[in-house]
T-cell receptor
Framework: DAGVIQSPRHEVTEMGQEVTLRCKPI?????LFWYRQTMMRGLELLIY????????DSGMPEDRFSAKMPNASFSTLKIQPSEPRDSAVYFC?????????????FGPGTRLTVL | GDSVTQMEGPVTLSEEAFLTINCTYT??????LFWYVQYPGEGLQLLLK?????DKGSNKGFEATYRKETTSFHLEKGSVQVSDSAVYFC??????????FGGGTRVLVKP
């Protein structure tokens, strides 16, 4: 299995630009999570989806952030406009919804730098 | 609300030393407990888990026991290697899928 796939792996952009991060979950998984990791704030859950439906977006910092999951095999996290404080590593994770041992599998992350 | 507290790092050890990372949690019910590990430049990987009180999770020489009476899930390894250098995250989860993570503990093992 290919695991969770994220693209791009690295993104450098200028303040004010739109940034789109992409995620392909593991086939057969029906829960998807977006996290942000920074030195200052640690690992934060931004939003998660069950069966393509957003369940909890309380971690989304502000209206500049939006996430979509148009189908079971693809999700995007968009930042518009981007700001330097958005610089972080963004992780996508997926899991099966049911079952006791529904482990979350993490992708390699996208390192975002906003200048 | 639910929360997870880990000892702050970094923890610096020599190879073959004993490692303990403390983790305590606050929760209203009986969550499942997890340890995740993040190696440099990578995403998090599940290291071990326990789903009920007194369960012991183990993997790669690491162990942790779910202690309901002390609301703890401390991670231990008897003899660390340089390759164990990483950041370790304690986490809890209820029946839903949402994980609540601790702040992470960086471990550095020197040869």
């Amino acid at each position: 299995d290919a695991g969770v796939i994220q693209s791009p792996r690295h993104e450098v952009t200028e303040m004010g630009q739109e940034v789109t991060l992409r995620c392909k979950p593991i086939s057969g998984h029906n829960s998807l999570f977006w996290y942000r990791q920074t030195m200052m704030r640690g690992l934060e859950l931004l939003i998660y989806f069950n069966n393509n439906v957003p369940i909890d977006d309380s971690g989304m910092p502000e209206d500049r952030f939006s996430a979509k999951m148009p189908n079971a095999s693809f999700s995007t996290l968009k930042i518009q406009p981007s700001e330097p404080r958005d610089s972080a590593v963004y992780f996508c994770a997926s899991s099966q919804l049911q079952g006791t041992y529904n482990e979350q599998f993490f992708g390699p992350g996208t390192r975002l730098t906003v200048l | 609300g639910d929360s997870v507290t880990q000892m702050e790092g970094p923890v610096t050890l020599s190879e073959e030393a004993f490692l303990t990372i403390n983790c305590t949690y606050t929760a209203t019910g009986y969550p499942s407990l997890f340890w995740y590990v993040q190696y440099p430049g990578e995403g998090l990987q599940l290291l071990l888990k326990a789903t009920k009180a007194d369960d012991k999770g183990s993997n790669k020489g690491f162990e942790a026991t779910y202690r309901k009476e002390t609301t703890s899930f401390h991670l231990e390894k008897g003899s660390v290697q340089v390759s164990d250098s990483a950041v370790y995250f304690c986490a809890l989860r209820y029946a839903g899928n949402k994980l609540t993570f601790g702040g992470g503990t960086r471990v550095l093992v020197k040869p």
